[in-house]
């Protein structure tokens, strides 16, 4: 019995590295075909998410604008009557106004 446990301790140390292998392809398996954790999936939300940061950074820069310019209504007479001549369509009494519509 011997020469078979010698025999055995050998092909076990010889194909040790078999179950590393095996453990290894299914994790990456899992990682590939698993639709939870999924490469093609975690890409696409990526994808969403650059997507949404560009929308709120261009968010950010219009109500920026627009705060400034409220800020320029509230402390200056001439943008004030100037938006309230292009918003209400006022005009004064020897101006023409012509409307352009897309």
């Known amino acids: 019995m011997g020469r078979k ?13 078999l179950p590393v292998i095996i453990i290894g392809t299914l994790i990456v398996m899992l ?10 999936l975690n890409m696409e939300y990526q994808n969403q ?10 968010n950010n820069d219009s109500a ?8 320029a209504i509230e402390t200056g007479q001439a943008d004030l009557e100037q938006v309230a001549r292009e ?5 004064r009494p020897s101006e023409d106004i012509y409307l352009i519509s897309d």
């Open 64 to 71: 920026e604008y627009y705060r400034l310019r409220r800020h």
């Open 49 to 58: 998410i650059n997507e949404l940061q560009r929308q709120i950074k261009l």
């Open 5 to 17: 446990t010698k025999k055995l301790s050998f092909w076990v140390r010889r194909k040790s590295h």
């Open 31 to 40: 990682l590939v075909f698993n639709e939870d954790t999924s490469v093609k």
């Open 87 to 91: 918003q209400f369509h006022m005009q």
